[in-house]
């Protein structure tokens, strides 16, 4: 009788056991793309030669919750430097503002990382593994810089 009720209790625990996936997409968002994805991105230059980036994301075509957006700033040699950029809300907007030199446009990226929750919460805790991550190629949006 108790192997049977050992038994039982397995098949209950291996029978309720359900494998898990996440999945993890990248996109790379152009200038001919970046609408249907939700992004707008506005380029300017500055009078000190640098050029500012505005890049809006509209939330009504997100689909995850949670958000991270990091600059990778390069050069023809190698990494510069990589930093987290903070957006600022309004509405159902968020808007993200960096300025690069010219001499680095060619080489670097803008990601926004957009990852599952464990809740419906923005600031719920992020989930390994699952989201999509939208890649720009800054010259993208600038035209092949001279430098």
Aim: include cysteine; aromatic fraction near 10%; glycine fraction near 8%.
């Amino acid at each position: 009788m108790r192997a049977v009720m050992m038994a039982g209790a397995l098949a209950m625990v291996v029978g309720s056991v359900a494998p898990a996936f996440a999945v993890k997409m990248e996109a790379d968002v152009a200038p001919a793309n970046a609408a249907s994805y939700g992004f707008k991105v506005k380029v300017a230059p500055r009078d000190d030669g640098r050029i500012t980036f505005t890049v809006t994301r509209d939330l009504a075509k997100a689909e995850w919750k949670g958000r991270d957006a990091t600059l990778e700033v390069r050069s023809s040699s190698g990494g510069i430097t990589e930093c987290w950029v903070e957006p600022k809300k309004r509405k159902n907007t968020l808007t993200y503002w960096f300025i690069v030199a010219p001499e680095y446009v060619n080489y670097s990226t803008f990601t926004v990382a957009e990852i599952q929750t464990a809740g419906e919460g923005e600031d719920e805790e992020k989930l390994i593994g699952g989201g999509t991550f939208f890649r720009m190629r800054l010259k993208d949006f600038v035209g092949e810089s001279k430098h």
